[in-house]
């Protein structure tokens, strides 16, 4: 058979991957024929389609033609790099272990090099090992190329080299990083038809490729199968599911895998991943995530989780009422010297509120007034909610406070106002103005507006014009300042009972100290006096500007009124003025 010749394109891919490597041959003569100018270091980053780009010809035998590539361009002289010369003292098996290891670093300019010192200098034939090699070494992120692992499997079919099972598992490592779904599919496909087993290797390798693909109910269902099939799982692909699952906001899968992880080996997980775990289960609010990653690192000290974190655990504390570790989350905080703010005691009292645990509730408002922090009303309704929820439990609270009381805690006047409120929300106004009378044996400093501003509006619901004015007279005894929810009960008390007088006298105080009353109070104010024929109705109407209402209407209706009066016909007040006007 006469020689195959090498066509000029084979030769220049030859010279450009010589070039390329790093420990490769550097021709120092360039040929003389002009379409085999084209070596230079500038194509650094071409890449071998493999051996069959040295062996391309008719002939059978591809190392033949290699022997006759070294004959026919005697006039190309390549001088060995120092790391060839170090290849040369090495025997083919020491080659060949070196190019498996090279390869499964990733190295694919290095690889080819030495594929090509071992077909061209050492005699190989192409064989199945070197292949494996050149696919392997595409697992580089940079460098490899799911589309070079392709072409030379395909190579390795037209020169009919058979795939062993260790070529189908490089391919599945390169498609784990450089993902292609039908071609991994048709290399699955190949392994079964030829009763190939995949090794633990090839198993996460297939499960991480499913992953990058974003099919993750595949990739689970091919994890439950690898534990079904007793394949134990290695921690970097546990790591990289349960990343993938946070990620997606799937906090009960990412869970359940970290749950049966660390019943196969407790320290198996690394901190970052409980790290991830209850920062992304606290921000979705997930309480038995949230709970089973603070047990297992914080309680011991295992994880330190930052201000931020311990705020997202504490409203998922306090969504779902776990008042244990909403406490926790406190002492976390206070061991580092946190200083808390209002809201921050506000949710702790929502948590343990949300619970039915209302005495540690109350004991809270202690700790906020040792603390200098003055509880809200709004801070407090949790409490009275859950105490209006049974009529005994009111008395409990009181029972509660006074122990505290004994034992030397501060018991705050919110606290107090807390069992008041849930009495007059109970319907029983009676036994409110009782406890208000023992107020000062159960809280030192007494009441306060809060107090009083509750007892009013109660009056006005009972219709107990005296016991408001009684409230009133002991609020200005004790020289504390009324609110704007003050006067509105007390006007509105006094215009139940008809008393115009009165509550005209309190609607003049309002405005003398800076309030200014709603528009309901107005139109309310102006249809009671109307009634009793009092002429100050005008005043009022006319003042109604200061609460965008519009006067004018108010007042012609006030003079229809008077005119239907003088007659004994009556009239309503019309629609239009009953609106309140924007600015």
């Given at each position: 058979m006469p020689p195959a010749t090498i066509s000029p394109r084979t030769l220049r891919h030859l010279r450009r991957s010589l070039i390329a490597v790093e420990g490769g041959f550097q021709p120092l003569v360039v040929p003389v024929r002009s379409h085999d100018i084209y070596a230079s270091s500038s194509h650094r980053s071409w890449t071998c389609r493999g051996i069959g780009s040295l062996a391309r010809q008719p002939s059978k035998n591809p190392s033949t033609t290699l022997r006759q590539l070294s004959s026919q361009h005697r006039n190309v002289q390549l001088c060995p790099r120092p790391e060839h010369s170090a290849w040369a003292a090495l025997s083919t098996q020491q080659l060949y272990e070196r190019l498996d290891a090279t390869a499964a670093k990733g190295r694919v300019a290095e690889t080819q090099a030495l594929v090509h010192h071992l077909v061209r200098d050492r005699g190989q034939e192409p064989n199945a090992r070197l292949y494996d090699a050149l696919i392997h070494s595409n697992v580089d992120p940079a460098k490899g190329s799911v589309d070079e692992i392709r072409s030379l499997f395909g190579e390795m079919r037209d020169h009919g080299i058979t795939s062993d099972s260790k070529i189908y598992h490089s391919i599945l490592k390169v498609l784990a990083i450089h993902p292609d779904y039908l071609f991994r599919n048709s290399v699955l496909d190949e392994m079964r038809q030829r009763w190939f087993q995949l090794t633990p290797e090839g198993w996460h390798s297939l499960v991480a490729g499913l992953l990058r693909d974003r099919m993750f109910e595949r990739a689970r269902d091919k994890l439950d199968e690898m534990r079904r099939e007793g394949v134990p799982v290695e921690g970097w692909l546990q790591d990289v599911f349960i990343h993938h699952m946070l990620d997606r906001d799937e906090i009960d899968e990412s869970l359940h895998l970290l749950q049966q992880r660390t019943l196969e080996d407790e320290d198996s997980a690394s901190v970052g991943m409980w790290y991830a775990l209850l920062d992304r289960a606290s921000a979705c609010y997930h309480h038995s995530g949230t709970v089973y990653a603070w047990r297992k690192q914080v309680e011991p000290n295992h994880l330190i989780p930052s201000d931020g974190m311990c705020m997202k655990v504490l409203h998922t504390a306090v969504r779902h009422g776990d008042t244990d570790l909403a406490a926790d989350v406190f002492r976390v905080l206070g061991n580092r010297g946190t200083k808390f703010q209002p809201y921050e005691y506000?949710?702790?009292?929502?948590?343990?509120?949300?619970?039915?645990?209302?005495?540690?509730?109350?004991?809270?408002?202690?700790?906020?007034?040792?603390?200098?922090?003055?509880?809200?009303?709004?801070?407090?309704?949790?409490i009275v909610q859950v105490l209006c929820e049974d009529r005994e439990r009111p008395l409990q609270a009181l029972r509660h406070l006074r122990s505290l009381g004994k034992n030397k805690r501060t018991v705050p006047a919110a606290a107090v106002n807390c069992i008041i409120d849930s009495y007059v929300k109970l319907g029983d106004l009676t036994t409110a103005s009782e406890l208000y009378q023992r107020f000062h044996t159960v809280c030192e400093s007494g009441p306060n507006t809060e107090t009083f501003d509750i007892l009013i509006g109660a009056?006005?619901?009972?219709?107990?014009?005296?016991?408001?004015?009684?409230?009133?007279?002991?609020?200005?005894?004790?020289?504390?300042?009324?609110?704007?929810?003050?006067?509105?009960?007390?006007?509105?008390?006094?215009?139940?009972?008809?008393?115009?007088?009165?509550?005209?006298?309190?609607?003049?105080?309002?405005?003398?100290?800076?309030?200014?009353?709603?528009?309901?109070?107005?139109?309310?104010?102006?249809?009671?006096?109307?009634?009793?024929?009092?002429?100050?109705?005008?005043?009022?109407?006319?003042?109604?500007?200061?609460?965008?209402?519009?006067?004018?209407?108010?007042?012609?209706?006030?003079?229809?009124?008077?005119?239907?009066?003088?007659?004994?016909?009556?009239?309503?007040?019309?629609?239009?003025?009953?609106a309140p006007l924007t600015a």
């Open positions: 506000e949710a702790l009292l929502e948590a343990y509120a949300m619970s039915g645990d209302y005495q540690t509730a109350l004991t809270i408002l202690s700790f906020m007034k040792d603390a200098g922090q003055e509880p809200q009303p709004l801070s407090t309704r949790s009056c006005r619901l009972d219709d107990a014009k005296e016991r408001a004015l009684f409230f009133a007279s002991e609020m200005r005894a004790m020289k504390l300042r009324p609110t704007k929810s003050t006067y509105e009960g007390l006007i509105l008390t006094c215009l139940k009972r008809a008393d115009c007088r009165l509550a005209h006298m309190y609607w003049e105080e309002s405005r003398d100290v800076g309030f200014r009353l709603g528009p309901e109070l107005h139109i309310k104010l102006v249809r009671g006096m109307a009634e009793t024929r009092d002429n100050r109705a005008f005043d009022v109407a006319k003042a109604a500007q200061d609460v965008h209402i519009d006067g004018l209407p108010i007042r012609r209706w006030l003079r229809q009124e008077w005119a239907r009066a003088q007659t004994g016909r009556t009239g309503l007040m019309p629609d239009a003025i009953s």
